[in-house]
């Protein structure tokens, strides 16, 4: 552990309404600068098993809550944070290494809608009923919460991930322990603060820092657990099934993805190429949803590439706090150097390299030397089975292939393990309609990307995920339902 020389911001974890200190500590970096800033809770069985016994004796006093009740505390708890929202957004973007206009714009905003809109949705779901004349019967069904929710999020979107889980987790009446990044819990610690003055009685959330290996496993295997929503990579989603597979837990797994982008000959240029440029590098080309293949019909390539890379080179790379500035720092010194490596694959395979690493260089402000920055990178003439067109990079790197028939570009886009989003791009509906069915994606957009309306199904299909989120279904993944008989 290196030596600190300014006083670090130290965190607890929040367990029964309470902060408590943790016997062990791990040390948490500013991406923009390389400095150790915060120390987080280096929490293991102990710790989850604290905050799973305030989150067991919070239950039947939440569950009884009515909706409306519930939907009160959330909304307050999203004007609290939506209050605090620059001091949100100047931590978030400090913590993650994203630009302050990102986290001011996107993340935070984003965060105060989820607890909104679940506070709002939970109110309006119904349930079933169905008549049986000639036996006498009716048959209606009950919903009712699970219990402990474990919530485990990632480090790219860390606040608004961790709050599209705990609000449709508590809005339907169970109580949670969550589990953010250990790369990146401030945010969540943060907003435990607001709970009490919110309204959530002790217990309903609680909030354990740690890593995945020690903290997150503990909360994976605990038996008092019945449910865990994951959001993270493919490979910790095959680890989460295994570990939990001895408690038939359920589960909910939003994993990575290797989005195309699809570029017809009768594209709009104008609309396709920022929108293309945002989806491939925006917050570092770090959201599962960013295009990272983009397919161009033959007949546009080279007039889109010579666009798409000019307007690339005009994205500025630097402080995240200067709301000039359109890319951050990469999560992690470790991160970075792993998508820099895809890069040197695709060169050493004899790909093109057209603009950013290793081609143009990087001029970084003094204080951000050390800091895990790297240009927008476009490659060309990559092969469909290379690794950088195979495997999830999750940074700001993209590929540029060209393809000559509708059906031929299906094949290749659908040719990839991963199946979460994908774009297309033509002013043809019949086209957009037929491509878009048969696309191997759970969310697929045409002329835009990142619309998205909360009430309907996210998730991805294949290595993408198991189970979507949204209004109903976050409902339905969140409780358990009975049918009930009656005989009159
Ligand atoms: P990750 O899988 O390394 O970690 C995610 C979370 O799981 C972290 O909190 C981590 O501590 C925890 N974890 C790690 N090992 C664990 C274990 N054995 N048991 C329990 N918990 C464990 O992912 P990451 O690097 O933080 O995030 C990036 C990945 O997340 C990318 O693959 C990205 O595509 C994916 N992602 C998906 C979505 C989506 O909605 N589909 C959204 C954002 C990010």
Redesign the pocket.
Known sequence: MMAHSKALLVLENFIGGKFVPCSSYIDSYNPSTGDVYCRVPDSGKEEVEAAVKAAKVAFPIWSSKSPLERSQILNKLADLIERDLEAFAQAESKDQGKTITFARTVDIPRAVYNFRFFASSILHHTTECTEMATMSCMHYTSRTPVGVAGL??????PLY?LTWKIAPAIACGNTVVA????MTSVTAWMMCKLLEKAGVPHGVVNVVFG???RA??A??CHPDVPLIS???????AQ??TE?SAPHCKRLSL????KNPAIVFDDADLLQCIPTTLRSSFANQGE??LCTSRIFIQRGIYSEFLKRFVAEAKKWKVGNPSDPTVDVGALISKEHLEKVRSYVKKAQAEGARVLCGEGVDSLALPTGNQKGYFMLPTVIAEVKDESCCMQE?I?GPVTCVVAFDTEEEVIERANSVKYG?AATVWSSNVGRVHRVAQRLQAGLVWTNCWLVRDLNLPFG?MKA??IGREGAKDSYEFFTEVKTITIKH
């Open positions: 485990i999020s990632p480090w790219n979107l991930l589990k953010p990044s250990e890593t995945g290996a997150g496993e909360l994976v994951f959001t993270g990579s493919t490979l910790t680890r989460i570990k939003e994993l990575g993805g959201i599962c999830e999750f979460l991805g993408s995920g």
